[in-house]
C-alpha cells in the first residue's frame, strides 16, 4: 500500500509553511525589491550556486519569478516573520515527478543572517512539506567543496547523508576545477 495514498497532493499550488519564527512561500514578482535584486546579483551569491553573474533587471528577476510552476519547480522565498515579514533568503526545488526525487539549492542574501541558522531554523518543515504534501522520495543537494557556509548547512545535518563526492565534477567561473558534494535526505520510511 503507498504510504501517501490518503495525503493530499498539493501539486502545483504555491508554498505555505511557518516555522520556528520564519515564512517559507512562493515567491511573487510583488516581493522584488531593491534589497533581493542587490543580493541575487551579487558575485558573493552567484560564486555559492557557481554560476556567473547574472545581473537581472527588476523586470528579468520577475519573469523569472513567474516561471516557477509549483509542481516541477519551486521559488520560496524564507521570510523572517520578527523583522517585519523581511525576505532574507530563498530556496529553488526542481522536481523530477516520475522518479519522486527533488533537487535543492538555497541562498541567505541579507548579510545580517549570513552564518545564522536560517537553513537549520527552516528545512525540517520544508522536508516534511515535500514528502509528506507533495510525494516525495528524496530531496538531494549538490554543494560545491568551497561553499563553507553552506556546507555548515549540511554536514552534521541528521535529516542529510553525504551520499557522494564528485571529484571535480565542475568548473567554477574563474575556471578552477571544483568536487561537489551530493547531501541526500530521503522521505522517512512508515512504522
Avoid at 516541477?72 to 530556496?91: P, R, S, W
Avoid at 522518479?99 to 537549520?120: D, P, R
Avoid at 574563474?174 to 512504522?191: G, H, N
Amino acid at each position: 500500500m503507498n504510504q501517501n495514498a490518503n495525503r493530499p497532493n498539493l501539486a502545483g499550488i504555491p508554498i505555505y509553511i511557518e516555522t520556528n519564527g520564519y515564512l517559507l512561500r512562493s515567491l511573487t514578482p510583488a516581493d522584488i525589491t531593491e534589497a533581493f535584486l542587490t543580493w541575487m546579483n551579487s558575485t558573493e551569491m552567484m560564486e555559492g550556486l557557481n554560476l556567473p553573474p547574472i545581473n537581472f533587471s527588476a523586470q528579468q528577476l520577475s519573469d523569472y519569478i513567474k516561471q516557477f510552476d509549483h509542481k516541477t519547480n519551486y521559488f520560496i522565498g524564507i521570510f523572517d516573520q520578527k523583522n517585519d515579514h523581511l525576505l532574507v533568503g530563498f530556496y529553488t526545488i526542481d522536481i523530477n515527478l516520475a522518479h519522486k526525487v527533488g533537487h535543492i539549492t538555497a541562498g541567505v542574501g541579507e548579510a545580517a543572517y549570513s552564518g545564522k541558522t536560517v537553513f537549520w531554523a527552516t528545512i525540517d518543515a520544508l522536508l516534511d512539506h515535500f514528502y509528506f504534501y507533495r510525494d516525495l522520495h528524496k530531496m538531494v543537494a549538490r554543494v560545491l567543496s568551497k561553499n563553507k557556509k553552506m556546507l555548515f548547512c549540511f554536514v552534521n545535518n541528521p535529516r542529510f547523508e553525504l551520499e557522494a563526492v564528485l571529484k571535480e565534477e565542475c568548473l567554477s567561473p574563474t575556471s578552477e576545477r571544483v568536487d561537489i558534494l551530493l547531501f541526500s535526505s530521503f522521505r522517512p520510511k512508515k512504522t
